[in-house]
């Protein structure tokens, strides 16, 4: 699905193509809707740049309890703990 923006908001908004697809990434990412790496691949940035995005508008990485259980099995399986 590709979704059209008129031309007339676009203008309004005095945001370049690249700045608002970065706006749209960090607004469905506070929102749960899609995972950091994902947006970094849409974006075509990577992990530092996202994150450092996010850190200017004062924003945080989205990582809860079940996601560091997730980390430390991964490592425990991976011998590293």
Do not use: H
């Amino acid at each position: 699905m590709d979704v059209v923006i008129p031309k007339d908001i676009v203008a309004a908004t005095k945001m370049s193509e690249t700045q608002m697809k970065l706006e749209v990434a960090i607004m469905l990412y506070k929102q749960e809707k899609i995972s950091s790496g994902r947006a970094c691949q849409w974006l075509g940035i990577n992990l530092i740049e996202f994150r450092r995005e996010l850190g200017k508008r004062g924003l945080t990485i989205n990582y809860d309890v079940k996601d560091f259980e997730s980390d430390l099995n991964t490592l425990r399986s991976l011998g590293r703990l």
